[in-house]
């Protein structure tokens, strides 16, 4: 029972990740990295099919939440985000389409996580640096309910499973490392302006 609520409660951490981010945008605060949400917007659909053929069960209710907030996210990022066609948003998008491909050829469930966990990282990148050199362009709040959804997919797994373990523990790595970003951008930013 417990692995069940665990499971609810991570996916709605997760829907609740994008009220914020969702409403900052449309006050001209966020700026969505295009490719990043185009990324994952592609690749939470396969980590989540992935999973379920791994078996998971409630902890699937983490990504399947977070595929459809991504789905979102990526349509306003169209008009309201940044990037697209930079020298690193081109390099990532040709990174994740050769590992995308490779997944294609792959008929194992686990080989075609990990690449989805390594495409999906791509775009994490793309976000941290962005969140770095502009780190008013991210909502915080977002990022901490992210890493809370992730954590408690986690719990949902209800056992030592690290196939099963892979994509909430990604998740959680992945906002840890843009919360960090956004941290360390605005004390350069500080440091600048005093200078």
């Known amino acids: 029972m ?6 609810y409660l991570s996916g709605i951490a997760i829907l609740l990740s994008f009220v914020p981010y969702i409403r900052d945008i449309f006050r001209n605060k966020t700026k969505p990295e295009r490719i990043s949400w185009l990324i994952w917007s592609i690749l939470g659909s396969i980590a989540f099919f992935s999973q379920f053929a791994k078996g998971a069960s409630y902890s699937l209710i983490m990504p399947g ?23 690193r948003d081109i390099t990532a998008l040709i990174g994740a389409s050769v590992a995308l491909f490779l997944w294609y050829l792959t008929s194992e469930a686990t080989v075609a996580l990990f690449l989805i966990i390594f495409i999906d990282g791509v775009g994490a990148v793309l976000t941290v640096i962005k969140s770095y050199e502009n780190p008013t362009t991210e909502t915080v709040s977002s990022w901490v309910l992210t890493f809370i959804g992730g954590a408690l997919a986690c719990l949902s797994v209800g056992k030592i499973d690290f196939i099963l373990l892979a994509f909430p523990i990604y998740i ?19 440091r600048s302006v005093r200078n």
Not at 2 to 7: H, L
Not at 180 to 185: A, C, D, N, T, Y
């Open 172 to 190: 959680c790595l992945a906002s840890l490392s843009i919360l960090v970003s956004i941290k360390i951008g605005f004390n350069s930013t500080k």
């Open 65 to 87: 939440a977070q595929t459809i907030g991504d789905l979102l996210i990526f349509i306003f990022a169209i008009k309201y985000g940044l990037g697209g066609f930079t020298k």
């Open 2 to 7: 417990i692995y069940q609520i665990a499971g």
